[in-house]
């Protein structure tokens, strides 16, 4: 957009401009050095926090949006696979969220830990960091097999 352009443009229509190039800015995709980038300054204890508010969690936020990759990056972290089950003022889940969006990924991704599957599995702690980066159906594979070999 030149000067002479932005000179025949009413107040609103400037306006309009800069409000949709703010909301382009905020919706572009993540990469990989954003997400490390916002993540190198955040505690687990800042993860885990649930908003003041509706009690949802990074992980909630996630999940209802259907962000593979942050829902990854999130469950990478100890703190965050310890409140997967945590619920906000309404009783939901970040695993609910994920269901009822429908998303089968973010879905398989949470319910690697929820605590259902944890109890009934067995699962050690060092099989844990092998949950995040792997579909249910094989990390689900993984754990039965671990169970039956001790």
């Given at each position: 957009?030149?000067?002479?352009?932005?000179?025949?443009m009413?107040p609103?229509?400037?306006?309009?401009?800069?409000?949709?190039?703010?909301?382009?800015?905020?919706?572009?995709?993540?990469?990989?050095?954003d997400?490390?980038?916002?993540?190198?300054?955040?505690?687990?204890?800042?993860?885990?926090?649930?908003?003041?508010?509706?009690?949802n969690?990074?992980?909630?936020y996630?999940?209802?949006?259907?962000?593979?990759?942050?829902?990854?990056e999130?469950?990478?972290?100890a703190?965050?696979?310890?409140?997967?089950?945590?619920?906000?003022?309404?009783?939901?889940?970040?695993l609910?969220?994920?269901?009822?969006?429908?998303?089968?990924v973010?879905?398989?991704?949470?319910?690697?830990?929820?605590?259902?599957?944890?109890?009934?599995?067995?699962?050690?702690?060092?099989?844990?960091?092998?949950?995040?980066v792997?579909?249910?159906?094989?990390?689900?594979?993984?754990?039965?097999?671990?169970?039956?070999s001790?």
């Amino acid at each position: 957009m030149t000067f002479d352009n932005l000179n025949a443009m009413t107040p609103e229509q400037i306006q309009q401009m800069r409000w949709e190039g703010e909301i382009e800015e905020r919706n572009r995709p993540l990469t990989d050095d954003d997400l490390d980038a916002m993540f190198a300054n955040l505690s687990d204890q800042d993860l885990v926090r649930p908003d003041p508010l509706t009690k949802n969690t990074v992980l909630m936020y996630a999940a209802q949006t259907g962000n593979i990759i942050l829902t990854r990056e999130l469950l990478a972290r100890a703190a965050v696979r310890d409140i997967v089950g945590a619920k906000n003022l309404q009783g939901v889940t970040a695993l609910d969220y994920a269901v009822a969006r429908g998303d089968a990924v973010v879905t398989d991704l949470i319910s690697t830990y929820s605590k259902a599957h944890l109890d009934e599995d067995n699962i050690d702690d060092y099989l844990l960091g092998e949950h995040a980066v792997r579909g249910y159906r094989a990390s689900r594979s993984a754990s039965c097999a671990a169970r039956r070999s001790k």
